[in-house]
Structure formats: C-alpha cells, structure tokens
C-alpha cells in the first residue's frame, strides 16, 4: 500500500520526492544514493526559462493524497503516474506567465499546521482548501515566493532570510532563524533563496542541494539544525544552489 506524506514538506522517511527534471543530472543519483526515487517535472513552458525547472512553481502538496498542480501538467506523464499512485489532483483557475507575481500562485508554503501564503498571488484554490480545513494556521506575507523563501525544518521551525516572513512566522508562535539574503546560487539571478535549495527527506535529514561552506551565515544554520535534532545531508560538493526545493510525496513502507 502506498503511504503519502500525511504533513506537507514533513517526511518520516521519504521515498518518493517530486523535483524539476532539469536537475536529473545532477541530483538523481545522490538522491539515489540516499534511497530517496525523484519523481521529475517536465520544465514549466509558461514561466520564465531561468524558473522553468522549479517544481515549486508548478505543483504544491497540501499533504496526504491531495495535489494542486499547473495547469500545463494536465495530461502529461507525470499527472498519470500520479493519478497511479491514488493521488487526488485538482488543476486551480490560474493563468501561468513569465513574470512575477503571475508565476508564483502555486509558492505557497506549508508543513503541518500552517501555511504562509500571499493573499493576492497564492492561488486562491489553496487557500480554501487549507481555510476549509480549520486547524491550519493561515500566515499572510507580502512575500509571494513563500515556498522558496522558506526553508523548513520542522513543524515548529523555520529558516528565512525574508523579515516579513520571518516577522509573521514569529507572531504564529514559529520558530525563526532569519539569515543574510543571498549567497545562493540562482543563474540569470542575483541570487537564490534557501527554501528552494533545501528540503526534507526525512523526519531528521533536511537535504541541501550543496555545501553551505561560502555562505556567512554557515554556522548559525547548522547550529540551529543541531539544536533540533536534524541532520544535514548535501547532495553535492558544489555550492548551494536553488531548484524551486523538492516536493516529498510517498513514505518508505516498513519492513516487517
């Protein structure tokens, strides 16, 4: 039986992780090598080409089996292979361009109880469905790339390098470690943002696209990792860059 990640971005022991297809090459086999399958997202064709291969820009997971995808997944291998698995998939009424905010309707952020999202960018779909859902904290940033934004460590903490959030987060009850902007590789941009080079594999591993040796705030991130039990786990040698994160679905079944 396949089991979903029951919390958004809070694995146990991921299995399956949804990524942009344009980092097969250089993520697929150290992803492999962590037992974790990557799922792949064909590129996005409706964003900027720089943003085309972050899937946190064409899927979002609300938890369990449900899915909210771009509308130009519809009838693509990968929503089959999904629908395969018992996903329940909706399409939100949105129209993808190359500029933001008009790509980022789907860069919401969630794991577990609360979900930071920009009232006038986040599709409004989401936001009903985690409103909806009543236990869910709803944090409303200025932000609309929340999902990259945020790196999330657990259900309680979280890693920015945006004061709004970091500031919103912190009035919500969460935990935050605000760190200096950039120093994350991001081409055709000035720089990156840590969520989406960063992301949950398992319930005490977060994976880094790479090594936070050239970033200044380095050790106040693994500090604030070691303070919460998580261990860190760079995927390369090469210096951390930004995919648009990954998307952890299904869990390791156990083994009797």
Known sequence: MIHFVELPSLPKNSETLIIGEKYKELLEKPLEKAEVSPLFVPNNPSVDCRLSGHADLSAFHAGGKRLFLAPYLRGTELEKRLLDF????????????QKYPYDAALNACSAGKWLIYCKEVTA??????????GDVKLISSRQGYAGCSVCIVDADSIITSDAGI????KAQGLEVLQIRCGYIELPGFDYGFLGGAAFKVAEKTLAFTG??????????????????????????DENIFDIGGGIPLIEKQLRK
């Open 211 to 236: 090594r936070l040796d050239m970033h200044p705030d380095r050790d106040l991130i693994l500090d604030f990792l070691s303070k919460h039990d998580i261990e860190p786990l760079f995927l390369t």
């Open 124 to 133: 409004r779909e989401i936001v009903l469905y985690f409103t909806i859902a």
């Open 166 to 169: 970091a500031k919103s987060a």
């Open 86 to 97: 018992g996903a329940e998939i909706s399409f939100p009424e949105l129209r993808q361009e």
